[in-house]
């Protein structure tokens, strides 16, 4: 089950008002990334993800029926501020896990469990065109006023090896590695539409303390996905988002095994304000893998934001 180390990472989370998601190695569909932020604003959000999966693996594994059941709690934290004339963030993202796995081995059941802490993921961003880095009143007008608009952005997405990791077990919550994830992404707003699409590329430092004191490699991986959002009111709106994968192929001591990532998924989120400050988002998940090894998931995500 070589690929399964990876998958409590994998969790698709949603948060609320900006799309705050828990970047990860399948696919993570997070709208509103590139999202008009007034400089000097803070948010911080939290919020909890059920999500179930099926995953196929080699059958010359011996392993059949292998399911994964994960809860997840996360934190959020945005900041925006200028940057070289324009209006950047950073984020910063961290959160516990509780997985459970199950399936036959060589005919025979067997079932695993894990909780502990994640990897840690930042992000930095800035818009490179629109969005103009604006404060209070400032900005306030401008939002009031432009009903048409295009961005284009730039960022960097970076997960750290801060999670919980054992190098004498497959499955683990952190991945004892770096991913370092440079994105571009360009938004247009009409009136009450926004179509925003993001395209990106992974690459994996590699894991020098794999299962049995082996090396792990891995290729880069190609993400792209687009958001449909409609806005209903002041901080209200609902999105669809589809999103695809592919690449990322893993070596082990020098053995390639051949388990290349191809995968499709799509997403429905509704957010909704409850005061100036602060607003919910329900989100829902699902994804599948195109190859013959991978996983299918469907996750449900909660989640609330604070601004000030």
Same mark, same amino acid.
């Given at each position: 089950?070589?690929?399964?180390?990876?998958?409590?990472?994998?969790?698709?989370?949603?948060?609320?008002?900006?799309?705050?998601?828990?970047?990860?190695?399948? =696919?993570?569909?997070?709208?509103?990334?590139?999202?008009?932020?007034?400089? #000097?604003?803070?948010?911080? #959000?939290?919020?909890?993800?059920?999500?179930?999966?099926?995953?196929?693996?080699?059958?010359? =594994?011996?392993?059949? +029926? *292998?399911?994964?059941?994960?809860?997840?709690?996360?934190?959020?934290?945005?900041?925006?501020?200028?940057?070289?004339?324009?209006?950047?963030?950073? @984020?910063?993202?961290?959160?516990?896990?509780?997985?459970?796995?199950?399936?036959?081995?060589?005919?025979?059941?067997?079932?695993?469990?894990?909780?502990?802490?994640?990897?840690?993921?930042?992000?930095?961003?800035?818009?490179?065109?629109?969005?103009?880095?604006?404060?209070?009143?400032?900005?306030?007008?401008?939002?009031?006023?432009?009903?048409?608009?295009?961005?284009?952005?730039?960022?960097?997405?970076?997960?750290?090896?801060?999670? +919980?990791?054992?190098?004498?077990?497959?499955?683990?919550?952190?991945?004892?590695?770096?991913?370092?994830?440079?994105?571009?992404? *360009?938004?247009?707003?009409? +009136?009450?539409?926004?179509?925003?699409?993001?395209?990106?590329?992974?690459?994996?430092? @590699?894991?020098?303390?794999?299962?049995?004191?082996?090396?792990?490699?891995?290729?880069? &991986? &190609?993400?792209?996905?687009?958001?449909?959002?409609?806005?209903?009111?002041?901080?209200?709106? *609902?999105?669809?988002?589809?999103?695809?994968?592919?690449?990322?192929?893993?070596?082990?001591? #020098?053995? @390639?095994?051949?388990?290349?990532?191809?995968?499709?998924?799509?997403? &429905?989120?509704?957010?909704?304000?409850?005061?100036?400050?602060?607003?919910?988002?329900?989100?829902?998940?699902?994804?599948?893998?195109?190859?013959?090894?991978?996983? +299918?998931?469907?996750?449900?995500? &909660?989640?609330? *934001?604070?601004?000030?």
């Amino acid at each position: 089950m070589n690929r399964s180390h990876r998958y409590p990472g994998c969790i698709l989370f949603f948060l609320i008002a900006f799309g705050f998601a828990i970047p990860c190695s399948a =696919l993570d569909l997070e709208a509103r990334k590139w999202n008009h932020i007034p400089l #000097g604003s803070s948010f911080v #959000g939290g919020g909890y993800a059920y999500t179930e999966a099926d995953i196929s693996v080699n059958p010359a =594994l011996l392993l059949e +029926d *292998v399911e994964m059941k994960l809860d997840t709690v996360a934190a959020k934290y945005i900041h925006a501020f200028e940057f070289l004339g324009k209006s950047a963030r950073v @984020d910063i993202t961290q959160a516990y896990q509780e997985g459970r796995w199950k399936g036959l081995v060589d005919g025979v059941p067997e079932a695993i469990k894990r909780s502990g802490w994640s990897d840690t993921f930042v992000r930095f961003a800035v818009n490179l065109y629109g969005a103009p880095p604006l404060r209070g009143k400032e900005f306030g007008a401008y939002r009031a006023k432009t009903r048409n608009e295009t961005i284009i952005g730039a960022g960097l997405a970076m997960r750290l090896p801060t999670g +919980d990791y054992m190098d004498d077990k497959l499955i683990n919550l952190g991945q004892n590695r770096y991913a370092f994830r440079p994105q571009i992404g *360009v938004v247009h707003t009409r +009136d009450k539409w926004t179509t925003e699409v993001t395209a990106e590329v992974a690459f994996y430092t @590699d894991n020098d303390d794999f299962f049995n004191d082996k090396k792990l490699e891995q290729k880069p &991986l &190609l993400f792209t996905q687009a958001h449909f959002i409609r806005s209903l009111g002041p901080g209200e709106w *609902v999105s669809l988002s589809l999103g695809y994968n592919y690449g990322g192929e893993n070596t082990v001591d #020098g053995d @390639d095994k051949d388990n290349r990532n191809q995968n499709t998924g799509w997403a &429905l989120g509704y957010s909704y304000p409850i005061t100036r400050q602060s607003g919910i988002k329900i989100s829902y998940v699902k994804s599948r893998t195109e190859e013959s090894t991978g996983l +299918d998931t469907e996750s449900l995500a &909660l989640g609330m *934001v604070f601004s000030w």
